[in-house]
Structures are given as C-alpha cells and as structure tokens.
C-alpha cells in the first residue's frame, strides 16, 4: 500500500498487493533527522540508546526540552502580509471543484472573496488507484482534502498509530464519498492524524489545501463570523435579558442568508422551521385578507417566531424590501436557546391584528 506522498514523487506507480506494514514490502518510518525507526525491532517496547551519528552535531542529548503548543488564533499562524497561494485552473475544473464544494458545510459561511481565495488556493489530486494511504493516523498534518469523485475508507487503531501486521490499520470506522472532506481536525487543534484514510476506489480525484490556507481563511472567517454575531446580539433588544454565555452560544449556531429586494424570505402557510433576526437591509410582512404591510422589519428585528412558538404554518409572508441578510437559527436550536426570551416573542403586536395574547397566534384574526 503506498501513500499519496510517494505518489506526488514517483508520479506514476501502482498500488502494492499487500496490505501488511513492515516486513518485506512494509513501510519504514524515519525520525525527524532520518534515522531509520527501530521501535519494530524492540518488541519489549525499550528504546535504544540514541545514535550520535543520526542527529545534528551540536545536539545536546543530556538537556530536557520544553514543548509547546501552536496558537488557536488563525492570525497568529503568518504575517499580517499573508497572501493565498493561487493555482491556475481551466474552466472545467472549476466547474467540478464547485460542485464538490457546494454541499461541504466548512465552506457554507464564506464570503463571496473568501470562497474565491479557496478556490484558487485548493489543488488538484488525482488518485489513480486503490489502498493508496492519502493520510496515515499518528502523521503530522499538513493538508485538508476534499473529495470529488470515488470513495475513501477511513481506518482508526487504537494505539494511536499505524501499527505493523495485516491489521496495522486498525478498525474500519466509516466511508468519505464524494462531496465529503476530511483532514480538517489535525490542522484546526495542531494535532497529530486522527484516522488512517485509504482510497477504496480507483481513478478517484481531491482537492487538496494547504494548512496556513486553511487556519488562515477558515479558521479567521469562523472567529470574525462569531465575533460579528455577539457583537450584533449584544444589539437586539429582543436578547437583552440574556448573559454574554448565552448569546455566544446562539452566535455559534447561526448561519447568515441573503435575500435580494422583492425575495420571498418566508411565506404564508408553509410549515415552520427556522427562526430569523435582521443583521442588515429591510422587510416587510403581508397577511392575506389584510391590507398593506402587517409589519415591518429592519436591523435587530426578529420574525418567523410564531409558527415556532406554536408549531403552527407560517401565518404570514415576509418579502425582502431591500436587499438583506438575516441570520437564521433552526428550529431545535430555538426551541433550547431562547427560552429564557419566549414571553417576550409572544408579546409581539402586529398592525390590524385585535390581539396579541399568549394563547392565540398574533397574526392570527378572529
């Protein structure tokens, strides 16, 4: 079985027949100075005394080492000078990177320059065959992979590592298919491969990007998207009443929609599922059998509440009056975030509506 390294260097090879590690065939793994690991030799687990001729001259073997760990901020990785790397693409693949892209929710919360400094950051590779290793549990992690075509099996042994023997991978956990990723946790904790993945197909094909890409826009745009989130619930007068924990807990859970002028946000008798608070722009609500706008909405409002609240069909239609982004939060995350704030989202008024009592629906005429 070879890796995806080797197969970046030899460009071109074939899958091994064996699927055993060490031995012959096996593979072997080198210390950070290249020294060639003998743990697989020492059954009993005693490490050998070191090799001076392995390591740097000045090397002092005898002093302790400290160990640290890399910073969680995405801005602490580079420069403030940062640029993405950019790779040329024909218009082919840039048709079948955004449709691996599209259902990949990392992605979701990008702005429209963020998604563009992706795209031309990932880079193609092709997998040309099966039991290729693409990443192998206990390695340093410096690549994210997104899946375009085939299938990739996901491998965990428990001690950590790969181990040698015919179950050197360890227990076959799951299966990426396409429009799926993985790689992601190594580089978000600065943490060692969790898991072993295996193409389980051949001619498969990802998207590769490299770690500072990845910390730098992803990593960034998720901190400055929740920073912006609390900073606009602070705002709400609807969220007063709620701690600072409690609002950065909503922040964690919602996800930003656009609606250009004259867009039907949500309409009238469709069933209830989300929740939605103006970040930016207008709206106005329309009921039928009333005349005119039943209510307006503009930065801090709230609607789409009442069919939540009384697990009801939407009793209104909401059109975007400008262009608008709201930030929408799902049913279930409503109904366990906000309900030290219920009584006050029943006590809403609405225009031409004769009451607005907790056991009626608002919008809801006589």
Do not use: C
Not at 51 to 58: C, D, E, F, I, L
Not at 133 to 160: N, T
Not at 192 to 220: C, G, H, M, Q, Y
């Amino acid at each position: 079985m070879q890796s995806l390294a080797e197969v970046d260097e030899n460009e071109t090879m074939s899958p091994s027949t064996s699927l055993g590690f060490g031995g012959d065939g096996g593979a072997v793994f080198n210390t950070p100075f290249h020294a060639d690991s003998s743990a697989a030799s020492h059954p009993s687990g005693v490490r050998s005394p070191p090799n001076p001729g392995s390591y740097p001259a000045q090397y002092n073997f005898a002093r302790r080492t400290s160990v640290s760990a890399e910073s969680l901020k995405p801005s602490a990785d580079t420069a403030d000078n940062w640029s993405p790397p950019f790779h040329q693409k024909t218009p082919d693949q840039l048709e079948r990177l955004k449709n691996a892209l599209k259902d990949n929710f990392l992605f979701a919360h990008l702005d429209d320059e963020q998604y563009s400094q992706v795209l031309g950051a990932l880079v193609e590779k092709p997998i040309p065959a099966k039991d290729i290793r693409v990443i192998v549990q206990g390695d340093v992690g410096d690549y994210f992979y997104i899946v375009e075509k085939g299938s990739f099996d996901v491998y965990v042994h428990p001690s950590g590592s790969v181990q040698p023997g015919p179950s050197g991978l360890g227990d076959h956990v799951g299966t990426i298919n396409a429009g799926g990723s993985f790689g992601e946790l190594a580089l978000m904790y600065n943490a060692p491969r969790a898991a072993t993945v295996v193409s389980a197909t051949p001619n498969s094909t990802l998207w590769a990007l490299d770690r500072v890409t990845f910390r730098k826009i992803l990593l960034e745009s998720s901190f400055a998207r929740r920073r912006m989130y609390e900073q606009f619930l602070a705002e709400v007068p609807l969220l007063s009443s709620l701690t600072p924990y409690e609002r950065s807990k909503i922040a964690d859970a919602l996800e930003s929609s656009k609606f250009s002028a004259g867009d039907t946000i949500i309409k009238e008798g469709d069933p209830g599922l989300t929740f939605y608070l103006v970040a930016s722009g207008e709206a106005e609500a329309y009921k039928a059998g009333a005349e005119g706008v039943v209510k307006q909405y503009q930065k801090g409002d709230f609607f789409g509440e009442l069919a939540l609240l009384n697990d009801q069909p939407r009793a209104a239609s909401v059109v975007a009056k400008t262009d608008i982004t709201v930030a929408v939060l799902g049913k279930n995350a409503f109904q366990r975030m906000l309900g030290p704030v219920e009584s006050i989202m029943r006590r809403t008024k609405y225009v031409g509506v004769k009451s607005g009592v907790e056991e009626m629906d608002p919008l809801q005429k006589d």
